[in-house]
């Protein structure tokens, strides 16, 4: 686990919070929610069946006892949720019998627990696909006021022989495929709010295959606007671009390159131009840098919901809650 986790549960500590699983019966959710229920910093709520839920934890061999189990079936206050359901979504006519029908499913539900104040949080995703996590989020718990859309962030955490880690942040590398200007200032922003709270001190460097108008193009143009963009809505953050990755990380290419640059060689928050390139670069990362990869974060949120990987493992899934739960 990453270091750096001791400050996030020291937060949590302090104040304790309840995390969604929506998926009560998989055994990957299962274990982590056991070594959860050993902890005093975040209480696990699973989603489903209680009879399904203890035959699938007896089955695996791990200790649920004093889990808090929800099942919509039988929820004590499905039509106060119905109610809430059907003014949140009038604008699409819902009746009252479509709330209940997709009420029944465990991802919408879970996200109105937390749209109910029942949770803090949410982590989904480890049987089904990152858009039946981000739809019911998007739908029903809605951006942040100021912001347009949701994104993504890969918080990449290397050991050093110093024992301290390295800690990256790159976004988006998950959501958004094409972002023009404003949503990638918008990336930005969100990217480098994220990164302070895993101890990053941000800077931040949009990515090209320019550095500083070396090269030219409408995608060189996009990511120097959208540079110019993200210091208009953050001015307090070191950010700068368009910058290629030599000139973002290593000191002598930056003296080189980009000499007067506070950035420059010091990068530490990437902000790449699309999926393409931000899928490929976190994996390179991961793959042949020796970095380990948390996430997909999902920023810009009125809640923290997150989403798992469908071949994540039980570590990540302790891990993934206890980041999702401190952005709460």
Request: one cysteine or more; hydrophobic letters at 45%; glycine letters at 8%.
């Given at each position: 686990?990453?270091?750096?986790?001791?400050?996030?549960?020291?937060?949590?500590k302090k104040?304790?919070?309840?995390?969604?699983?929506?998926?009560?019966?998989?055994?990957?959710?299962?274990?982590?929610?056991?070594?959860?229920?050993?902890?005093?910093?975040?209480?696990?709520?699973?989603?489903?069946?209680?009879d399904?839920?203890?035959?699938?934890s007896e089955?695996?061999?791990y200790?649920?006892?004093?889990?808090?189990?929800?099942?919509?079936?039988k929820?004590d206050?499905?039509?106060?949720?119905?109610?809430?359901?059907?003014?949140?979504?009038?604008?699409?006519?819902?009746?009252?019998?479509?709330?209940?029908?997709v009420?029944?499913?465990?991802?919408?539900?879970?996200?109105?627990?937390?749209?109910m104040?029942?949770?803090?949080?949410?982590?989904?995703?480890?049987?089904?696909?990152?858009?039946?996590?981000?739809?019911?989020?998007?739908?029903?718990?809605?951006?942040?006021?100021?912001?347009?859309?949701?994104?993504?962030?890969?918080?990449?955490?290397r050991?050093?022989?110093?024992?301290?880690?390295?800690?990256?942040?790159?976004?988006?590398?998950?959501?958004?495929?094409?972002?023009?200007?404003?949503?990638?200032?918008?990336?930005a922003?969100e990217?480098?709010?994220?990164?302070?709270?895993?101890?990053?001190?941000?800077?931040?460097?949009?990515?090209?295959?320019s550095?500083?108008?070396?090269?030219?193009?409408?995608?060189?143009?996009?990511?120097?606007n959208?540079?110019?963009k993200?210091?208009l809505?953050?001015?307090?953050?070191?950010?700068?671009?368009?910058?290629?990755?030599?000139?973002?990380?290593?000191?002598?290419?930056?003296?080189?390159?980009?000499?007067?640059?506070?950035?420059?060689?010091?990068?530490?928050?990437?902000?790449f131009?699309?999926?393409?390139?931000?899928?490929?670069?976190?994996?390179?990362?991961?793959?042949?840098?020796?970095?380990?990869?948390?996430?997909?974060?999902?920023?810009?949120?009125?809640?923290?919901?997150?989403?798992?990987?469908?071949?994540?493992?039980?570590?990540?899934?302790?891990?993934?809650?206890?980041?999702?739960?401190?952005?709460?």
């Amino acid at each position: 686990m990453m270091h750096g986790f001791g400050d996030l549960i020291a937060v949590l500590k302090k104040s304790p919070k309840k995390i969604v699983f929506t998926e009560g019966t998989d055994s990957r959710i299962l274990e982590a929610a056991s070594r959860l229920l050993a902890s005093n910093f975040l209480s696990p709520i699973l989603v489903g069946n209680e009879d399904e839920i203890f035959a699938a934890s007896e089955e695996c061999g791990y200790n649920i006892r004093g889990a808090e189990i929800i099942d919509p079936a039988k929820f004590d206050r499905m039509e106060e949720m119905i109610d809430l359901f059907c003014e949140l979504r009038k604008s699409k006519g819902v009746t009252r019998e479509q709330a209940a029908k997709v009420l029944s499913q465990a991802n919408y539900f879970g996200t109105m627990l937390v749209k109910m104040g029942l949770a803090d949080a949410l982590l989904g995703g480890a049987t089904y696909s990152t858009a039946d996590t981000v739809r019911p989020a998007l739908q029903l718990i809605k951006t942040k006021p100021g912001n347009s859309v949701v994104s993504s962030v890969f918080i990449m955490v290397r050991a050093r022989a110093t024992g301290e880690n390295e800690v990256l942040a790159m976004a988006d590398c998950a959501i958004n495929i094409h972002p023009n200007e404003d949503e990638l200032a918008e990336i930005a922003t969100e990217a480098a709010e994220c990164a302070k709270i895993f101890g990053v001190d941000p800077k931040v460097a949009f990515l090209s295959y320019s550095t500083f108008g070396s090269g030219s193009g409408e995608d060189v143009d996009k990511m120097r606007n959208a540079a110019a963009k993200a210091k208009l809505r953050a001015p307090e953050l070191a950010i700068e671009g368009e910058m290629q990755f030599d000139a973002a990380v290593s000191p002598r290419v930056a003296r080189t390159k980009c000499p007067d640059s506070e950035v420059a060689g010091h990068a530490n928050t990437f902000i790449f131009p699309d999926i393409n390139a931000g899928n490929i670069g976190y994996k390179i990362a991961q793959r042949l840098g020796g970095f380990e990869a948390y996430g997909p974060i999902l920023l810009g949120l009125n809640a923290p919901i997150n989403d798992l990987s469908r071949g994540c493992n039980a570590a990540e899934v302790y891990s993934m809650a206890i980041i999702t739960a401190a952005l709460a």
